[in-house]
C-alpha cells in the first residue's frame, strides 16, 4: 500500500516557541519563568529585610528617628523662600 500524502516543507509558523528541527529549551530557561525567578527572589529579599527591621533594638530606631527629623528640620520650607521682585 502507497501513501497518498504529499511530501511538503515543514510549516514555521511565526508565533510558534520552538521550530520542528530545533531542540526546545527546558521551560526554566524561558524569559517568562526567568523574570518569575527573579521577581520571588526579590520578595524573600524584602521579607528578610522587613523582618530584621522589624526586630531592631527599639533604641536605634528611636535614635535613627531623631536624625531623620533633623535633617527634615534643616531643609527650607517652601513657604520660607523671598517672594520675586
Known amino acids: ?3 497518498t500524502r504529499c511530501h511538503t516543507p515543514a510549516v514555521v509558523r511565526i508565533y ?3 521550530t520542528i528541527d530545533a531542540p526546545a529549551k527546558p521551560m526554566w530557561h524561558h524569559k517568562s519563568v526567568i523574570a518569575l525567578f527573579q ?3 526579590q520578595l524573600l529579599t524584602d521579607l528578610l ?3 530584621a527591621l ?3 533594638q527599639r533604641r536605634s ?3 535613627e528617628i531623631l536624625v531623620l527629623r533633623r535633617q527634615l528640620a ?3 520650607r517652601a513657604g520660607d523662600q523671598a517672594a520675586p521682585n
Open 61 to 63: 530606631t528611636a535614635a
Open 1 to 3: 500500500m502507497t501513501s
Open 74 to 76: 534643616a531643609l527650607p
Open 39 to 41: 521577581i520571588a527572589l
Open 54 to 56: 522589624a526586630f531592631r
Open 16 to 18: 510558534s516557541i520552538a
Open 49 to 51: 529585610g522587613l523582618t
